[in-house]
């Protein structure tokens, strides 16, 4: 790979894929000088290595490792979120003939000085749901201004991937947990979402809101032993047989490219975590959720 000189991004081999397709239900499309600053943060912040394609690349990769994917970016700050979608429109017109079935989720930030225009703006242009990151955008799920957001989500009946729980650095945040995403579904009980990295380290309660209303998980960067001693996983975090009693609401996410690991990683800690529930989770539970048309015979 001629961008990866670290060689922090090599393709998985063919043994780490299940026997069926895979859809990644988390995947960042984002512009080069986007993705550098995003990069240049981890590695001033953290100890996290990242691989850093360029745009082009990468959707080149995420096309040829899966038969399917959903993109999206998040406004980091109000006043950004209009370009990003138009930018994420772009690459799913882009895409329209990919050999991956697609689909682009526009952002929006709390502080923008109309987040409901912003919302209708990005389903004009096409797509297809809304991702929201509470710890970097630094507004917590039940934050009264994004009503208007959950309002034409529900409307469309459309999908919102919301970031939650306090993985990966953001522990004893007092914006996140599912006690803020409960008073958002309570008000909006139709709302369907997907909280990433299977809701950690608040798995459990995020569950139990599972139990009562559309909520569905991803993997990405949660699973897997060398995933679970980076991102600094304490004893009772993890139940693998709760997670396999949900796997009619998990999807196959890796966070591409903003991951630490290989994507490998990603693909046989999920196999291993659910291993009688190959088929939903790779590809079937993102294809309901985000409406994918994806090739069951690939």
Request: proline share 9%; hydrophobic share 40%.
């Amino acid at each position: 790979m001629t961008d990866d000189p670290a060689g922090l991004d090599p393709d998985p081999p063919p043994a780490a894929y299940p026997d069926c397709p895979v859809v990644d239900a988390h995947v960042h499309v984002l512009e080069t000088s986007l993705l550098s600053a995003i990069v240049d943060w981890f590695e001033r912040e953290t100890v996290w290595q990242m691989p850093e394609p360029s745009v082009e690349t990468l959707v080149e990769r995420a096309v040829s490792r899966t038969d399917g994917f959903v993109f999206f970016p998040y406004a980091h700050k109000p006043d950004v979120a209009e370009p990003m979608n138009d930018s994420a429109a772009a690459w799913q017109d882009r895409l329209a003939d990919a050999d991956a079935a697609t689909v682009a989720l526009g952002t929006v930030h709390a502080g923008d000085d109309d987040p409901g225009s912003v919302v209708a703006d990005a389903f004009d242009r096409g797509l297809a749901g809304i991702k929201l990151h509470c710890p970097v955008q630094d507004f917590p799920p039940d934050d009264a201004r994004l009503d208007p957001v959950y309002e034409r989500l529900v409307a469309a009946d459309l999908p919102l991937v919301i970031h939650a729980s306090s993985h990966p650095f953001y522990r004893d945040s007092p914006i996140l947990g599912p006690d803020r995403m409960e008073r958002v579904l309570e008000r909006f009980p139709s709302l369907r979402v997907c909280i990433p990295h299977f809701g950690m380290f608040e798995t459990e309660g995020f569950l139990a809101l599972a139990e009562e209303y559309s909520v569905y998980f991803d993997t990405a960067v949660a699973t897997g032993e060398r995933t679970h001693e980076l991102i600094g996983l304490r004893d009772g975090e993890f139940d693998p047989d709760r997670l396999r009693a949900h796997s009619d609401r998990v999807m196959f996410g890796t966070d591409y490219p903003l991951r630490p690991l290989p994507v490998e990683v990603e693909l046989r800690g999920t196999r291993e975590t659910f291993p009688d529930a190959t088929e939903a989770v790779f590809y079937r539970n993102a294809a309901d959720f985000f409406g994918l048309d994806v090739d069951a015979s690939s």
